[in-house]
């Protein structure tokens, strides 16, 4: 996992996760199969809404607990038939 995006608890952020390395040339994303943020007992982190484009997705989050690093774990399928997961951090800190 790359460095966690840090936001603050009422902040609404895009965090942005890109697939190229996963992919083909030639390869793009066809649908989001699936985005969900975890820990989900705590304070939840929410998921606004999520687009893709080509070989990237963004998710818009907001909410989450203070001093909780959450993971963002989105599934992908692409033109060649291909199912891929991401996974990301987000940090929450009240700064």
């Known amino acids: 996992m790359a460095t966690p995006l840090i936001k603050q608890p009422s902040e609404s952020r895009l965090y942005t996760m890109d697939f190229r390395q996963l992919m083909t040339a030639a390869e793009a994303i066809t ?3 699936s985005a969900v943020v975890t820990p ?4 939840p982190m929410n998921i606004l809404s999520s687009a893709f484009s ?3 997705v963004q998710i818009r989050l907001n909410g989450g607990l203070d001093g909780t690093t ?6 992908v399928t ?3 038939g291909n199912t891929l997961e991401g ?3 987000v940090k929450v800190e009240n700064l």
Do not use: E, F, R
């Open 54 to 56: 080509g070989k990237k």
């Open 70 to 75: 959450y993971v963002l774990t989105v599934i």
């Open 78 to 80: 692409t033109d060649a």
């Open 87 to 89: 996974d990301g951090s």
């Open 40 to 43: 989900t007992t705590l304070s």
């Open 31 to 33: 649908a989001i199969s």
